[in-house]
Each structure stands twice: as structure tokens, then as C-alpha cells.
């Protein structure tokens, strides 16, 4: 074999390990820009909850506003109830075995925990309105959609 040859199989070789080194890598970072944005809509969600929660009473201050506070409790708890354990995660990433829940609340809502989240958040920004409550709440929907 001539050492042109040689060097011809060489860069030839090199550009396919260049060429998978890239591939995998790429994956690898949209892996973790996929596991960046889950986390980060994490965080805002939870940033809005506390603006909401500690910035007026928990309980709402109206009869209607109570009941709809206490229906988004019993839609949560009823989604929380039909997953199974090993299937729900905090972030909005899906898991390698997870099934896909097509009973219970899930038969109308696609994310019922997200539903009973901003029900009982609603009432707070209602019955103690201002613009910055109202900001947080529409900012955790924008969030949870």
C-alpha cells in the first residue's frame, strides 16, 4: 500500500469518527437542552406558585371562589390518584416506561394536575386582585401550557 493511500484512508476514517463523534455529541447536548428547559419551566412554575401563595391567603374569601378552589383540589388528587406511582415525574419530560393514562380525568384533560394547579390558583388572584397576582397567574399558565 503507497503512503498516499495510506494517508487517503486515514482522512477518510478520521472524518467518519469526526463525523459519529458530532452525532453523538449532538444528542448528548439536546439531551441536555431538552432537560434545561424541563427544569427551567420547573422552576417558573414553582416561582409562581410562591408569588401567589405568599402573597394573599391560601383559602379564597368567597363562597364561589371556594368551590372552585376545592374542585381543583379534587381534580388534582383524583389525577395524582389514577397514575400509577411509577409513572408521574416533576418534570414535564415523558419517561423511557411510562404508559400514557387514558382513564379517569385523563379521558378530558390532557393534563389534569395542571388544570387543578390553576383552579386553585384562580380564586387567589380573583378575590384579592391586583396586577402583579394576576401577571403571576397568567405567566404559571403561559408556563404550564
Known amino acids: 500500500m503507497s503512503d498516499v493511500t495510506r494517508v487517503v484512508l486515514y482522512i477518510r476514517s478520521t472524518k467518519a469518527q469526526v463525523g459519529l463523534r458530532t452525532k453523538w455529541q449532538t444528542g448528548i447536548l439536546a439531551e441536555m437542552h431538552s432537560r434545561l428547559y424541563a427544569t427551567m419551566l420547573v422552576a417558573i412554575q414553582f416561582a409562581m406558585l410562591g408569588a401567589l401563595t405568599t402573597s394573599v391567603p391560601w383559602l379564597a374569601r368567597t363562597s364561589f371562589c371556594l368551590a372552585v378552589q376545592l374542585m ?19 418534570t414535564p419530560e415523558v419517561k423511557y416506561d411510562a404508559r400514557l393514562v387514558r382513564h379517569g380525568p385523563y379521558r378530558w384533560v390532557r393534563h389534569p394536575m395542571y388544570l387543578g394547579l390553576l383552579l386553585v390558583t384562580l380564586p387567589l388572584v380573583v378575590t384579592a386582585f391586583s396586577v402583579w397576582r394576576l401577571v403571576f397567574w397568567l405567566t404559571l399558565l403561559v408556563d404550564l401550557l
Open 72 to 90: 381543583g383540589v379534587g381534580i388534582g388528587a383524583w389525577a395524582v390518584a389514577t397514575m400509577r406511582p411509577g409513572n408521574m415525574n416533576i
